[in-house]
Every structure is written in C-alpha cells, then in structure tokens.
C-alpha cells in the first residue's frame, strides 16, 4: 500500500498555512465486501502529530468517522521562511507515516 | 556458565529494543502526552465521547464557533468541515456527527501557536448537523450546522 502523504507550508503574510493530505484508506471496519459479503476491517488514522521545528504544535486525533485520504489545513503563528515542519501520523494497525516540509 | 551468559545477552537485547521503543516516542511525542482515546471513538453517545475528549460538562452554544461546510453534501463520504472559533485560550476542537454510529469524527488538541480553525474532511451517514465542540479556557462552547446528505457515507 503506498503510504504517502503531501505538505504545503507558507508564509501567508500573517502566520504560516499548512495543508496536508495523506494518502489512506480510512477503513471504517463497518463496511462489507459487495462480492464476498464479509466485513472490511477497520483500517484508519488513529492520531497526527504536527511539529514545528521539532515542537508539537498540533494533535489530530482520528477515529474511522474521518474521510478517506484525510485532508488537514491550518495556520499558526510564530513561524518563519525556512522553518520545518513536520507531519507524521499512526494508524490502528501499527502503520505509521510522515513526511516534511521547509516553509516557502 | 554459559547460560548465565546468554540469559545476560538476552536482557541487553531486549533492553535495547526498549531504548529503540523510546526513541520512536520522542518521534511522536504526543503518544506520551495523551494516548488515543479508544472509548471515545468506540462510543455510539455522543455525550460519552464529548466528555471524554473535551472534558465533563455542558457545552454552551456560543456565537463565537462557526462550522463551515457546505448546505448540501453530495457525497457523504466527503464532507469538508472548517470549525474557527474567536474564543480566546481555545484547547481543543471536537467535530462530532451525532447520527454516525459512532459519532466523534476527530479531535483537535491545539498548543497556543495554532490559530483556532482547523479544516478537515469527515464523513457523514445521512442528512444531520455538525457539532463543533470547543474547549477554552477550561469551559465547554458548542456550535453546529445542518448539512443535507444525499447520499450516505457509511454504508456498505
């Protein structure tokens, strides 16, 4: 499964945007295969960590009622041109993922 | 002897696979601040879940929350949300669909560099309201807002 994600972080001239996507089933465990007419298992982001410069400025917690290949956009104040930030998040299988960005 | 010795590079071994344990939390720090709330999203009251993720009490409407999303969803499946609140101190934003079978969709835990107004995307079994419930200043604040579903996003 391809466990991507894509970050955009800028300067808006106010305070710094963020938008992420990650690329993700979001499985809800409550939906059923048409052919086979068994469950599909829950599959879903369970938690995201948004750091800044290393800090933890945002936590997303997730449960299966998130939609598929879960978008995620905010601001925040206090960074700059330059700074990381970084998104990395868990789900409830064990998998994880993240990625990074400098803000443009 | 040789036993002795070998229990002995078990232990090291297994001390090690904690330190890298540990290492992987300093990756995600908040696993260590608060540990996903199961009960809350395995909850089918929307009363339990909010008193979980956002705390005991209840909200009061405020016309300082607004949740954006659109009048009519298509899709379900694929509801854009957008809850700002001009609330000072905000620590959390809780999104719940009161209809889905488990009614809270995600939950925002804000450090004050973060403007309050985050925009996601949730999914939504049939035509409801979105409840925004957000927490400031230690005291609970609620706003929603009616979204016709057309086709359910749920279903099997």
């Known amino acids: ?104 | 002897m040789d036993k002795t010795r070998r229990i002995i590079l078990k232990a090291t071994m297994a001390a090690g696979t904690l330190a890298v344990a540990a290492g992987a939390n300093l990756l995600t720090p908040s696993t260590v601040l608060a540990a996903w709330p199961k009960k809350a999203f395995k909850s089918n009251k929307m009363s339990e879940a909010m008193s979980i993720v956002a705390g005991a009490g209840k909200p009061v409407p405020s016309k300082d929350i607004t949740v954006e999303a659109p009048d009519i969803a298509e899709n379900g499946a694929v509801v854009s949300v957008k809850v700002t609140s001009t609330l000072p101190g905000v620590e959390t934003i809780s999104v719940f669909v009161p209809v889905n079978n488990f009614p809270l969709s995600a939950s925002y835990i804000l450090s004050d560099q973060v403007v309050p107004s985050i925009t996601g995307r949730i999914k939504m079994a049939k035509t409801a309201d979105i409840v925004a419930v957000v927490k400031a200043n230690g005291k609970l604040y609620t706003a929603k807002k009616a979204v016709k579903v057309t086709l359910g996003g749920c279903g099997g």
């Open chain 1, 1 to 104: 499964m391809a466990r991507k994600m894509k970050i955009r972080a800028w300067d808006n001239g106010k305070n710094i945007s963020i938008k992420a996507i990650i690329f993700h089933p979001m499985e809800t465990g409550m939906r059923k295969d048409k052919k086979t007419g068994k469950k599909i298992p829950g599959h879903y982001i369970t938690e995201v960590n948004c750091e800044h410069n290393g800090k933890n400025i945002l936590t997303c917690q997730w449960g299966p009622g998130v939609s598929k290949n879960p978008f995620l956009a905010f601001n925040f104040n206090g960074g700059k041109k330059g700074d990381t930030i970084k998104i990395s998040w868990v789900d409830n299988q064990g998998g994880k993922g993240g990625a990074s960005a400098k803000i443009s």
